[in-house]
């Protein structure tokens, strides 16, 4: 089976520009849960989607969006980008969602606002 | 406010010895406790899950032990290896709101 994907693996934007990033779960994973790790505050909970439904969201302003199509593929956008916005964006897949199964993680996305 | 403490500072150790790691958390109420690796420039990799109502678990050199009343996890890599060198983070999800959060992560340095 193939592994978790996201693109782009790099991204340099620019204060108050926005951002698109992709996530291809592992086929036949419903769950996708998108996350934050930056030096110092670790991994951060974004937010969950499941079948299409944003099932759970963690405490980042609603600048952060994101959505999750039929095929469980997801998409996260950034609007307005700050500089402490730099960080490494992780998405995850599972079954069934955090709750229940370990998460498989993707390359991740790099992106550092200038 | 809830916290998820992990070893502090990173552990060097020499190859063969058993490296344990501790995650100590506070106002978490978790069903269950698991255990990632990452290594530089990758996404973590999920090692162990361990329940509430488990005591220990074991995977070939991994084994984690799970104390809810002492609200702590310890992680030992037994036999280790330089290729056990990575960061080691602990992950809980509290039953109120199904949200997984992650510790700092522990860097485990293994020397031949």
């Known amino acids: 089976k193939a592994g978790v994907t996201q693109t782009p693996r790099y991204l340099i934007k620019t204060r108050g520009q926005q951002v698109t990033l992709s996530c291809s779960p592992i086929?036949?994973?419903?769950?996708v849960s998108w996350y934050q790790q930056t030096p110092g505050q670790g991994l951060q909970f974004l937010f969950e989607?499941?079948?299409?439904?944003?099932?759970n969201k963690g405490n980042f302003p609603g600048r952060f969006s994101g959505r999750q199509f039929s095929n469980s593929r997801s998409e996260m956008n950034v609007s307005t980008l700050e500089l402490g916005d730099s960080a490494l964006y992780l998405c995850a897949s599972s079954l069934d969602g955090p709750k229940t199964y370990e998460q498989y993680f993707g390359p991740g996305t790099r992106l550092t606002v200038t | 406010s809830q916290k998820i403490e992990q070893n502090s500072e990173a552990l060097n150790i020499q190859e063969g010895k058993t490296a344990t790691l501790t995650c100590n958390y506070t106002n978490y109420s978790p069903a269950y406790l698991q255990w990632y690796r990452q290594d530089p420039g990758r996404g973590p990799v999920f090692l162990l899950l361990i329940r509430e109502n488990e005591k220990e678990k074991r995977k070939e050199r991994l084994k984690v032990t799970f104390d809810t009343t002492l609200k702590q996890s310890l992680f030992h890599i037994t036999a280790s290896q330089p290729a056990d060198s990575a960061t080691y983070l602990c992950?809980?999800?509290?039953?109120?709101?199904?949200?997984?959060?992650f510790g700092a992560g522990t860097t485990v340095t293994v020397r031949a």
């Open positions: 086929s036949g994973h419903r769950s």
């Open positions: 992950a809980l999800e509290d039953q109120r709101d199904y949200k997984l959060s």
């Open positions: 989607y499941f079948s299409e439904t944003q099932r």
